[in-house]
């Protein structure tokens, strides 16, 4: 892929999992064409190695057979985003949550960044047959009372606060960097040094450290690969970290990576030039606009209400507005676009159209599966939890499940109705209160 090509892929208006900056596409596209920059590839590997350092690695640094001897070559792009899919089953017994997800690691060529608010010496017993690898790092994060983010090619666990902020505040600081590029005033030659300066920190790195390194000495080894100052470093607390990996990402993802364990998050100065270290914000939302097929403007309003209060979309003409998290905006693109959905591996679509289910979890809280489902099927769940808690029902009670094509009722079924729950499904929203004795 060309330099071209993949500054247009990062930047670009994208319908996929984890980038979508739609402000700068127009503005990427000129940009370049005038400027002729080169920017590292975001496809290309580079060696893992396990340095006394931390390292960052050039994205278009050829590996070298030494480091490819002792290190995994973790999937980026297009192949990170498959092998999230593939099915896999797995049983854990008194399991290591650290030395498993190391384990999950190194067999998937997948990178896994555990949250250092995380324990991880907890022990977990779990057995599952039959399901996609992102759907077993949910399963694994709801036992510890965690959650799992996509950041970049890496999965992020930590606690669900900040999971579920997580991509929304990368896409929030993504968008700044590259908009920060056109001036108020639209005047501002396209070969700035501003301008060169927005396009230099898109530019993909890998970045790995060895054990027993402190997060202030990878934002200083980030600042200094990038040319960057970091205001308020000394917010950062003192910590050692174990060995983690992060192949092909971006500045923003990087810093994050960091500053997220510690409920923390940046700002860029207006020269590029720095970042000012700032609190996470506690209700991170992005804005967007959808252009609606016609005929559906009437009824589009009440149903994003009624599956996902709090977006207070907006329809003017066939233009759908709307504000929310960087998931909930994905799942309106969903709604008004189906299509675009990629099949999941662990469900079947048959000639009617019906969605079918085949897996197998054992020891898993009843919570994990509803999750896992809403990430993985676009299912909402809804209920008064204190309603159920009266009821003497317990949604983190651990089950067993088993689901050989079943379809979505018959699936719900076998998750609720020995719980005691009762369920009423209205197309992809599912209301759960107590069953009648």
Sequence with gaps: MTPLQQTLDTCGSVTGKRFRITVCTVFLLVNILQTALIVPTADAQVPIQAPATPVLSEGTTAPSAESSEHTPDFLTSRAFEDALEKELSLAWQGQNLRSG???LSATRLVAILLDRRIDPGRELSLQVRNVTLLALLNLIASEVHADVSVLGNVIYIGPRETALRLRTVEEIASAALVSGGVSAVGNEPSTS????????????????WPDLTTPRELLSDIGRRYELQIESLERV?????SEAFLPSATPTQMLLAVLAQFNLSFEWTASRDGIRIVDMPPAPRIERQFTLRAGTERGIVDQLNQRMPGLEPRVAGRRLTVSGTFEQLENVELLIYPERRKPRSDEHRLGSGITKFTFAVANAPLTAFMNTLQKQAGYDFQYDAEQLEKAGIRLDKP??????ELTAEELFHAMFDAQGIAFE?????????PADR
């Design 193 to 208: 040094p501003r301008t060169r300066r927005s396009f230099e920190l898109l530019g993909r790195q890998t970045l790995n």
């Design 237 to 241: 607390p003192h910590d050692l970290w």
């Design 399 to 404: 089950i067993r499940l088993e689901a050989n």
């Design 101 to 103: 997800l190391q384990q």
């Design 425 to 433: 499904i209205d197309e992809k929203v599912v209301h759960l209160k």
